[in-house]
């Protein structure tokens, strides 16, 4: 097959290995961004498989619009393709499932609070709440509902889970935020996935329509996933089981915004009859490059 001839022997398998769960461990400058449009292409060419059953993400738009435009140069089919970041999957998800969702507190136009809302939602309700903004700055407590939300935790949860007198303090914040929110009909952007992963659990038909949509799902970046976007792939491809997940085990710059590098590293034991392929060759680096790197990795103790 003609899309085969430039890639090399690993390449070729993990963009022929289909069916089941597939690890890609692939530093920088292995070609994981060709293996992963290759293998798109691969899925709509030779297998035969519909555009729209295939989900593709990745980490920003900007990737997302690159990739469906190499498949669509390939192909000429990359045009329907589901690929995009997490975030704007949420937003397709939500939009859809608020129209059937009938009894919820937020209907599909609802609007999206980027950091600037948010912050001046969070100083109303310290101002509110009588609590002083000299210690409770907003920018410190939006971090905190952030993290919350990420890992999944909604206000009664990291009510229960707060300690110390700061954390009990953003639990008050928080609960009166999202009840603010509520009353706007408004998501902030880590509702995008909080929320998507909150209705799918909740609807079970909801739920199935799309495990059944997408047939094969595959993620780049595998690695800066926090836990989050963790259940939201693990949720959708529960069903068909036929998840590709691309990543870096020696690299993660996100733990500042939840990335959890253990998602990758503890794959196996989520899907522990996936297939492993290493993508070892570099097409980018000089040895010396190379060389150094690897004297630096090599004293990783996880």
Known sequence: MKLLEDLNA???????????PLLILAGAGSGKTRVIVYRLAYLLQEKGVQPWEILGITFTNKA????????????????????????ALGVRILRRALQEIKESAF??????????????????????LNLDSRYFKAPAIRAAISTAKNELLGPEEYAQLAQDFFSQRVAEVYHLYQKRLRANNAFDFDDLLFKTVEILKENPLILSFYQRK????????????NYA????????????RNICVVGDDDQSIYRFRGADIRN??????????????????????TANILEAANSVIEHNIG
């Open 107 to 128: 209907t599909p136009n609802f609007t999206i609070y980027d950091d600037q809302d948010q912050l001046s939602l969070i100083k109303e309700v310290i101002d509110e």
């Open 264 to 285: 990758i590293l503890e794959f196996e034991r989520d899907f522990p009859d996936a297939t492993v392929i290493r993508l070892e060759q570099n097409y980018r680096s």
């Open 229 to 240: 976007q963790y259940s939201l792939a693990k949720l959708l491809a529960d069903y068909y």
């Open 214 to 225: 997408f047939r094969y799902i595959m993620i780049d970046e595998y690695q800066d996933t």
């Open 10 to 20: 690993e390449q070729k398998k993990a963009v022929c290995h289909t069916e089941g």
């Open 64 to 87: 997302s619009e690159e990739m469906k435009n190499r498949v669509q140069e390939l192909t000429g089919l990359g045009s329907e393709l589901w690929i995009s970041t997490f975030h």
